[in-house]
Structure formats: C-alpha cells, structure tokens
C-alpha cells in the first residue's frame, strides 16, 4: 500500500531494491545514565542477578538487541541525553524576570517541539509569566526525567534562552495538539497564544557528578537537507498509525523499553519518532532515536523496515 509521500508498508521487502540514493551522517544518540539501585523483581528467583529482567513487568525494561541509540543502559551522550529529555517533555519549569525587580518568578507550562527542536509553549496573555517575558525575553526552561526512587539521580537539562511569540502556523499548532491534546479547549482562545524558546547555553545533569554544558547550536536540527520528510510529517505519522501498529508498539516496547500499551506516533522529524500512550491515565512521550539522521523518503523506509526487524528478532 503506498501513501502520497511514497511510503508503502514498511515490511515490503521488494521496495527497498533501489533506495540506495543516500548516505546519512551519523548523529550521536546516547542515552541518558542513572544511578540505579540493584533490586531483586517480581518474579525474579534469588539465583538471577538483582537487574535481571522477570517474567513480568520488568521484563518491557530491558531494551532488545545490542546496546544501541535507544537504550537506556548505552554510555551518557551530552548532546543525545539533553535532546532526548526536551523531545520527550510534556511540561517544565519556566522561569522568568519580574519587572521592576528582576526577582525570579518560576510556573508551570505545557511544552511540545517543532521539527528542529525548539520548544512550544501555549501561554496565556494574562499569566504573570507572559507579562514578564513581554518586559523582558530572557528567560530559561528545566526538563526533567521523572522516575521512582530518588530525585536527584534522574537527568534533568536546563535550558536558557529567549522566549518570543510567534504565528500559530499549521505545523505549529498540529504538533502542540498532538502532545497537548487537553488544550484543544482553549488554543483557539484570542488570549492565547504560542510561544518560542530561542535556546542559549544548557546546562545537563545526567545524575550524581555528571554535569555538562551543552551549546545551542547543538540542541537544534538543520531541516534543510530534510525538506522532503518535514513536509511530509503529517503523512507520515498519519500512515504509520493506520499501516503500522504493530511495529509502532514494538518499537517502544522491544527497542525503548517502555511499558506495553496501545503506542502511536505524534511526531516525526529527521531524527526520530515521538511516541505517545496513556500509562496509568497519563499521557507518556518516549523518544525512538533513528541509528542516523534520515533525509530522503527511500532512507526512512529502510530505517524504519530495520528497526522493525531488530525489534521482531529473536
């Protein structure tokens, strides 16, 4: 079956005879480490080591394959560890600078991402901190990975910037909607409004003793040799949905390690897919990180078409 943008199924081999047209640039996708205390799972016998995946929910824990972009366990990668923590957010803080004062004032926002990384907010123009961010730009946003246990020991990126109010354009709005979809109410609100973080410097801490800076320009994506898959976007989630559920759940199952549940893609860009489910009644984005970024309709074939293999595989 192929869709407008020429992506048929993916477990098509015959497709694939002449997509050979490019040869993408690597980009480095580590993951994000975390100080883990060792613990025995249910179902787990006191003979297996103490990380050991059990015969039941720990086992969707425990990434399928070699230790590759989207594990958990892979060494820490500044760059991919800061990405993945904005890619995957649905909320951060956001502090702003009072006027008059220049005292902190710190709230709550709702956040998604556009193709190339920069972060959305969906501010109101009465909130205390759009009127700061109308006196002053400067500002900064904290992500962070909640996880059980302490903390202190899972990553969090801080990212500091300038947040300025832009058009609500098509690509805009479909993204935000996809990850916010509760502000389908009030986006179309006149008081509302989007907002765009323009990033500076940021600042990682990957757990205990595992502090790096990470540069602006590092946190972004060039779009411009990728024009065919960002026009493309809306198809493309909209076909693996209906095409592809089953390599969608195992995606993030087999190869993230998340939980088991009815996964879908919210977002596509020349890095990765987001993947959104609702877990225990909240809405949760995971991040599949592609082995290298794709730029022509022929690669992103072939890449999802592995990675539903690696998946499958035994």
Request: charged share 25%.
């Amino acid at each position: 079956m192929r869709t407008n943008y020429g992506v048929p199924r993916i477990d098509d081999p015959s497709r694939f005879a002449k997509q050979d047209r490019f040869r993408g640039s690597g980009t480095d996708a580590g993951s994000v480490p975390r100080r883990v205390v060792p613990r025995r799972g249910r179902g787990q016998s006191r003979g297996q080591p103490p990380n050991a995946p059990s015969s039941h929910t720990d086992r969707a824990r425990a990434p399928r394959g070699s230790r590759g972009p989207n594990d958990r366990r892979a060494p820490l990668s500044p760059l991919a560890a800061a990405r993945r923590l904005i890619r995957q957010a649905r909320t951060a803080a956001l502090a702003t600078l009072t006027p008059g004062t220049g005292a902190p004032f710190v709230s709550l926002v709702t956040v998604a991402t556009e193709p190339d990384g920069h972060t959305l907010m969906l501010l109101s123009e009465l909130a205390v901190h759009t009127r700061n961010l109308k006196a002053d730009p400067r500002a900064s946003l904290l992500f962070e990975e909640r996880d059980a246990g302490d903390p202190l020991a899972g990553a969090r990126v801080t990212v500091t910037g300038t947040i300025g109010k832009i058009e609500a354009s098509e690509t805009v709005r479909r993204r935000f909607l996809a990850r916010q979809p509760e502000a389908e109410v009030y986006a179309g609100f006149r008081d509302f409004a989007f907002y765009r973080l323009e990033p500076g410097v940021s600042h990682l801490v990957a757990g205990f003793g595992r502090i790096v800076d990470v540069a602006a320009s590092d946190l972004l994506l060039d779009l411009a040799p990728a024009r065919e898959i960002v026009a493309a976007e809306a198809e493309i989630v909209a076909h693996m949905n209906a095409e592809h559920t089953d390599a969608v759940a195992l995606y993030a199952s087999r190869l993230i390690g998340a939980p088991e549940a009815s996964w879908r893609v919210i977002g596509a860009d020349p890095e990765g897919l987001d993947l959104a489910a609702e877990i225990g009644g909240t809405m949760t984005v995971r991040r599949l990180v592609y082995p290298a970024e794709v730029r022509q309709p022929g690669q992103l074939r072939a890449t999802l078409k592995a990675l539903a293999d690696k998946a499958r595989g035994p």
